[in-house]
C-alpha cells in the first residue's frame, strides 16, 4: 500500500538566519509511504500527519537537510510496517520569487 499525504501545511521554526530561529514561517511537506498493509491492520495517515507536525514544531530544526533525516528515523522506528518513506520539506516564502526544499528518501533495511 502507498500513504501520500499531500501539501501538509503548518508554522514552525526552522532555519538558521537570525530570524528563523525566533520567528515561525509556513512549511509544507509532501509525504509518499510504502507499507505492508495487512487486514485489521493500517497506518492511520492523520496520525502520520500529526506526527509530523507535531515533531517539527518540537525539534525546531536548524537545517531542513536535518530535519528530513531525522524524521525519517523517527518514522521507522515508529511503524515498523514501513518499507519506504519519501518526504519533501517546502519552505514557501523563505525567497520572494521561489519556493524552495529538499527531498530525503530513506528504505528499510531488512536484514
Given at each position: 500500500?502507498?500513504?501520500?499525504?499531500?501539501?501538509?501545511?503548518?508554522?514552525?521554526?526552522?532555519?538558521?538566519?537570525?530570524?528563523?530561529?525566533?520567528?515561525?514561517?509556513?512549511?509544507?511537506?509532501?509525504?509518499?509511504?510504502?507499507?505492508?498493509?495487512?487486514?485489521?491492520?493500517?497506518?492511520?495517515?492523520?496520525?502520520?500527519?500529526?506526527?509530523?507536525?507535531?515533531?517539527?514544531?518540537?525539534?525546531?530544526?536548524?537545517?531542513?537537510?536535518?530535519?528530513?533525516?531525522?524524521?525519517?528515523?523517527?518514522?521507522?522506528?515508529?511503524?515498523?510496517?514501513?518499507?519506504?518513506?519519501?518526504?519533501?520539506?517546502?519552505?514557501?516564502?523563505?525567497?520572494a520569487n521561489?519556493?524552495?526544499?529538499?527531498?530525503?528518501?530513506?528504505?528499510?533495511?531488512?536484514?
Open positions: 500500500m502507498r500513504i501520500l499525504i499531500k501539501e501538509l501545511r503548518f508554522e514552525t521554526i526552522i532555519g538558521i538566519l537570525d530570524t528563523e530561529r525566533v520567528t515561525p514561517q509556513p512549511v509544507v511537506l509532501h509525504v509518499t509511504i510504502d507499507y505492508t498493509y495487512q487486514t485489521g491492520s493500517f497506518i492511520d495517515y492523520a496520525e502520520i500527519a500529526t506526527f509530523l507536525e507535531q515533531t517539527m514544531q518540537r525539534e525546531r530544526y536548524a537545517l531542513i537537510e536535518e530535519a528530513l533525516e531525522d524524521l525519517l528515523q523517527k518514522l521507522l522506528e515508529k511503524y515498523p510496517p514501513i518499507e519506504k518513506v519519501k518526504l519533501t520539506l517546502l519552505k514557501p516564502t523563505i525567497l521561489a519556493v524552495v526544499g529538499l527531498t530525503q528518501k530513506i528504505k528499510r533495511n531488512k536484514n
